[in-house]
């Protein structure tokens, strides 16, 4: 996939709302997820999550950012399928 770690955690943990879940969706553990997230927010200047008891809710500046890099994560992923699918019909073709 086309898009950078730090985005791709922060999809995660927004979509799961808990950096214990997402992690083990990731397959890390939760400090490399918390080093992107401070990196990503860093580079941002925003604050994209508040902690609310064990889990995450995401900011104002978190909900406008998930919004377009998730429309993006969803066009990148169909446009992969479509390549991924036009070389399978080209090797079948041939």
Do not use: W
């Not at 400090?31 to 609310?52: A, Y």
């Not at 809710?57 to 950012?65: K, P, S």
Request: charged residues 25%; glycine residues 6%.
């Amino acid at each position: 996939m086309f898009i950078s770690k730090e985005l791709l955690n922060f999809i995660t943990v927004a979509n799961v709302k808990s950096l214990g879940k997402a992690s083990e969706l990731l397959f890390v553990t939760r400090s490399p997820i918390c080093r992107s997230l401070k990196k990503l927010e860093h580079t941002l200047g925003v604050k994209l999550f508040i902690r609310k008891g064990q889990g995450l809710i995401l900011t104002e500046d978190g909900i406008i950012l998930y919004n377009k890099v998730f429309t993006l994560y969803c066009q990148l992923d169909e446009l992969q399928n479509l390549y991924r699918r036009e070389r399978l019909s080209l090797i079948e073709y041939n």
